[in-house]
């Protein structure tokens, strides 16, 4: 029984391992971004800068609360120091000096000191500026976040595009070879020319060559896939929707018209944030010319023996207490003070043009994502025309090829220019997709933003 149930749990043990590392998953796109949000190495990284801001925050704030350090201290005089007072005092000789050893060879102190900011302007400024630290690492998380996004939508049309790819090749080249064969019988009894047989052995190579190379680019595809989501890039993965479906989802002419304010982009708000920060620096400097006043009360006590006895009941100790006030008030620095308020008005003053170009650079952006996205919805629209064009071209010349009508040449330029069609048609949705996804980040669509306090519970 006992090497039954050893058996069984080994078994067990071994199952429950192998499907752990064969764990499948399975994405929609949305599903696929929802995952990604949580678990791209990226995005994980940018909550945790929002983690390091709160902390910094805090650690700004506490510097002006009270602080209470403690010390404690024991000394031993291995040889304790001599003192040559006048013989005269004892009664000798006069001119002489008699060796005389003050204090105890031990000595113990404890004191406890609380120390209280009571006024720094660099203080106060320290608190604005962590809160404007704060407020533009969650908004560089929503950068991140709309990026990731935005990758995340470009893998996954990888993907599709990829194995789109791969099934048209096969199907091609099934056709190919049963072309070929059937050519190649018709020359063998005599019926046809061998340059027939040839020119469809050059096509069927071509497309063997770009199959393979479907083949790797899907390996290839899939893993980066997998890495945008934060997952090993071997793991294996099923995707649930499909090119065309995706395509037609995203054709919005809505966004063709869509304005934006300005200040609503993540790209502006990040670059106030800098703004923000060159302008609390400058303040930070110009506080250095104010006075400081601090202050702080101690408490200790003190015991004196010849003997390790400290720990003893009979033992004295002798209290002490002091209260202070200290204000360290700035004379002259030979001008460096003012040196560096000058240096970060400067460059407050570089950020404000950077957050004006920054403007203008956002609504260029917007107009040629538009622009872009209308170009992708039109060359798709087209592709789709061209295709059953080239379906169509491609199927009569197979028909005259057949029937001794056209030659060889003819059904390969019709069969080339009908995979280049399939193949502009494929990466037309890919692009439509991608450029949908571009203009959405430039309008915030959607919004992505986190609050500090969801980052609070994690870390």
């Known amino acids: 029984m006992t090497k039954k149930l050893l058996i069984f749990s080994f078994l067990l043990c071994t199952t429950l391992g192998f499907s752990q590392q064969q764990k499948n998953y399975t994405f929609s796109l949305e599903e696929a971004v929802t995952f990604a949000l949580d678990s791209n190495y990226t995005s994980i990284n940018a909550q945790r800068d929002i983690a390091k801001a709160i902390k910094q925050k805090w650690e700004t704030t506490a510097q002006g609360l009270p602080q209470i350090d403690g010390n404690i201290s024991y000394n031993n005089n291995l040889k304790q120091p001599v003192t040559l007072l006048p013989a005269e005092i004892t009664g000798g000789e006069p001119g002489t000096f008699v060796p005389v050893t003050f204090g105890t060879k031990q000595s113990a102190n404890a004191v406890a000191t609380l120390n209280q900011l009571i006024f720094d302007g660099s203080y106060l400024v320290g608190l604005k500026a962590a809160k404007a630290f704060l407020r533009y690492s969650e908004n560089a998380n929503e950068k991140t976040r709309l990026e990731v996004r935005k990758g995340v939508i470009n893998a996954y049309g990888s993907v599709l595009l990829a194995q789109e790819l791969v099934d048209i090749f096969e199907k091609n080249k099934t056709n190919l070879e049963q072309n070929l064969n059937e050519t190649r019988k018709i020359y063998e009894n005599g019926l046809g020319e061998e340059e027939s047989v040839e020119q469809l052995e050059i096509t069927l190579l071509d497309i063997e060559t770009q199959l393979n190379n479907a083949r790797r680019s899907q390996a290839i595809a899939k893993q980066m896939f997998n890495l945008a989501l934060g997952i090993d890039v071997e793991a294996p993965v099923t995707l649930t929707d499909d090119l065309d479906q995706l395509a037609n989802q995203n054709i919005s002419l809505s966004l063709l018209d869509s304005s934006l304010k300005i200040e609503e982009n993540v790209d502006y708000k990040i670059a106030y944030n800098l703004t923000e920060q060159r302008y609390f ?90 622009s872009n996205y209308q170009f992708a919805i039109e060359n798709y629209e087209n592709s789709k025309k061209n295709l059953a064009l080239a379906e169509r071209i491609e199927g009569k010349n197979q028909v005259k090829f057949t029937e001794g009508l056209s030659t060889s040449f003819d059904l390969r330029q019709a069969q080339t220019q009908l995979y280049s069609a399939q193949q502009q048609f494929f990466q037309s949705m890919l692009t439509l997709i991608n450029e949908k996804a571009n203009l959405e980040t430039v309008l915030n669509i959607p919004q992505l933003r986190m609050n500090y306090e969801e980052i609070k519970g994690k870390y």
């Open 281 to 370: 620096e400058n303040r930070l400097e110009k506080s250095k010319f104010l006075p400081r006043l601090s202050a702080f009360v101690n408490y200790g006590t003190s015991a004196n023996s010849d003997d390790f006895s400290f720990f003893n009941g009979d033992q004295v100790w002798y209290q002490s207490s002091v209260l202070g006030v200290s204000l360290n008030i700035p004379i002259f620095s030979s001008g460096m003070r003012s040196a560096a308020s000058q240096r970060t008005k400067i460059a407050l003053d570089q950020a404000e043009t950077d957050l004006e170009q920054t403007k203008q650079q956002i609504k260029l952006d917007l107009t040629t994502a538009q």
